[in-house]
């Protein structure tokens, strides 16, 4: 069976020093987290390590050399011999010899085993340690040898967090040698988040507290704000503030994506908002909606009268009842000109209603279209009066005619044990039942056709709505981070893994080149597992034990992410 060697592309540009990692006997498989520099003590080293075991749980050891040889041959010869003495200090088995030479890029690797061991193969897989921390495959459910080279990286975090301009007993290369990643307005915005936070998350349990308040959770109030979409709006922004300003760290990754999704979600929301504040708040564009607003409810409202003039006459060519029809079409008439006069009435105020309204853009894009959503309601709140007494008088028709039908198969429905039973009735009684049956049968065409007419107009009036709720839904669902990362680091999002094979050169070890997959790039594992295997020149340290390690033989190797 072949050795895998794990090995950090950040140290290949290394000085010469010790290999620091971990050999992992199950698997046969040594992973190289840094390189050990000149000068240092082997006790202070063995102590270093002891401390770093303690930290993360695993063993950690120095298990081989690393030479970078130069122009100079003498030196090198030298730097080689030294280093050869040092597996007497350190005992390692197996204990690896990597050297590189000048302006090349291949390496040079050596597995020395005790005395009688058979030599291997050995195969040399490169991976980025800056993309394997950052990525989440160490927390993969499902155990296996790529899993345990994550896993081991990972945890190792506090070995990295010694750089070079670090005062200590090692000196390391790793890829945070030159010095731990961050930014001076990462941190200065992690401290003012600490503050910003407490008021937050002060100022969200106050509005809860008076929220839940018994005078605000009556029976008239909480229909009414169940039923308007800027409540349900603001109150999902409520919960959203709650979980942002949380001083509880995230458990694991998934809850940090949430997290980090929601507060750029409320970024984006309130960006958008200031930004049609602004562009309502310039150029009048309040008064000019606030112009256009009666005009166009006095157009919907001569459009109903229309259509109720259409249908009191003969809709359609349909014979029509006529004193039903001129009830209902009156009856609907007066709804109008009762709206047209509460619109008359509340249009010297409409303008100062829209420009209080726009402040609310501020809250959010999502609140400023819940508002919209609400508006439109109100103003078609005739047309819901409509639907629901149309749809009212149509049941009571349906509801009458399919009791009288049971009249007459003598039969009745058992109200107490909600079942239908058979029933004898008198002569008076099948008569009257005949006689409002027949009544019910030819009035029913024209409730139905009025139930109709305004079940269609309040569908479009659900549509309407509808669409404004989708945008709602999707501004506040949309993973804006998760977006975010895959257009700039997309290895934060990897799905799996791939082995790529690089330029192979006579004499040595087998190299690999493991990259991070986007979750669109599953679909084409097979494809890309296809293009390795059609490689026409195998590499002469191609072997059996190679191949099985590749899974030339069975499968693509990947591995799913959590």
């Given at each position: ?46 102590r270093?390590?002891?401390q ?40 390692h088995?197996?204990?690896?010899r ?25 195969i ?29 990286v ?38 003012a ?38 409540c ?9 503030l709650?979980?942002?300003?949380s ?15 929601t ?20 150029g ?39 004193a ?21 009435l ?17 809250l ?27 749809a009212?008088?149509y ?21 107490l ?57 999707l ?6 981070y ?7 680091r ?13 330029e ?17 790039h ?18 002469p ?12 033989d ?9």
């Amino acid at each position: 069976m072949a050795i895998k060697i794990f090995f950090p592309s950040c140290c290949s540009a290394a000085e010469n020093g010790l290999l620091i990692g971990r050999w992992m006997a199950e698997h046969r498989s040594a992973v190289v987290l840094a390189t050990l520099h000149f000068p240092f003590i082997p006790a202070s080293v063995r102590r270093y390590l002891s401390q770093m075991e303690k930290k993360t749980g695993l063993s950690l050891s120095v298990i081989g050399t690393w030479s970078h040889s130069k122009k100079d041959k003498d030196k090198d010869e030298k730097m080689d011999n030294f280093l050869g003495e040092l597996g007497n200090i350190f005992s390692h088995q197996p204990w690896l010899r990597i050297a590189r030479e000048a302006s090349s890029k291949f390496l040079d690797c050596k597995v020395e085993r005790m005395e009688g061991e058979e030599s291997e193969d050995v195969i040399l897989v490169y991976y980025d340690q800056t993309k394997l921390m950052l990525s989440e495959l160490h927390s993969a459910s499902e155990y296996s040898e790529i899993t345990a080279v994550f896993d081991t990286v990972a945890k190792n975090q506090p070995l990295f967090a010694m750089d070079k301009y670090d005062e200590g007993p090692v000196n390391l290369t790793h890829w945070q040698s030159e010095g731990v990643e961050a930014s001076i307005i990462v941190e200065l915005t992690k401290q003012a988040s600490v503050p910003l936070c407490a008021v937050i998350s002060f100022f969200v349990s106050l509005i809860t507290s008076i929220c839940n308040l018994r005078i605000l959770s009556g029976k008239p109030l909480s229909f009414l704000w169940n039923k308007m979409s800027t409540c349900e709006q603001l109150g999902r922004r409520l919960e959203n503030l709650r979980l942002v300003s949380s001083s509880e760290k995230a458990k694991d990754h998934m809850t940090f994506m949430r997290k980090a999704s929601t507060f750029l979600s409320l970024f984006v929301d309130v960006t958008l908002g200031i930004l049609l504040m602004c562009w309502l708040y310039q150029g009048n564009h309040i008064g000019q909606m606030a112009d256009a607003l009666i005009p166009v409810a006095d157009r919907i409202a001569l459009e109903l009268q229309e259509l109720l003039q259409w249908l009191m006459g003969a809709p359609a060519g349909l014979k029509m009842n006529r004193a039903l029809d001129e009830v209902l079409g009156r009856f609907f008439m007066y709804h109008i000109h009762l709206w047209i006069s509460y619109i008359r009435l509340m249009s010297p105020f409409i303008e100062v209603i829209l420009w209080y309204i726009g402040l609310s853009a501020c809250l959010g894009l999502t609140v400023a279209l819940s508002i919209l959503s609400d508006i439109i309601a109100l103003l078609t709140f005739h047309i819901y009066c409509f639907y629901v007494y149309g749809a009212r008088l149509y049941c009571f028709k349906m509801h009458g005619l399919s009791s009288l039908w049971r009249l007459f198969r003598g039969k009745k429905w058992n109200v107490l044990r909600q079942r239908v039973d058979s029933c004898s009735y008198d002569l008076d009684q099948l008569f009257l039942g005949t006689l409002l049956f027949t009544i019910l049968l030819f009035l029913l065409p024209t409730t139905a056709l009025y139930y109709l007419v305004f079940t269609l107009l309040r569908l479009l009036v659900i549509m309407v709505q509808g669409v404004i709720q989708m945008t709602i839904n999707l501004l506040s669902s949309l993973p804006f981070y998760a977006l975010l990362l895959r257009l700039c680091r997309s290895y934060r999002l990897a799905a799996g893994v791939k082995f790529c094979m690089l330029e192979q050169q006579k004499g040595k070890p087998l190299r690999l080149l493991m990259q991070f997959n986007s979750p669109h790039h599953n679909a084409s594992a097979e494809r890309n597992y296809t293009r390795l295997k059609s490689c026409d020149t195998p590499s002469p340290g191609l072997t059996a034990s190679s191949q099985r390690f590749l899974g030339l033989d069975r499968q693509p190797l990947s591995l799913a992410g959590p």
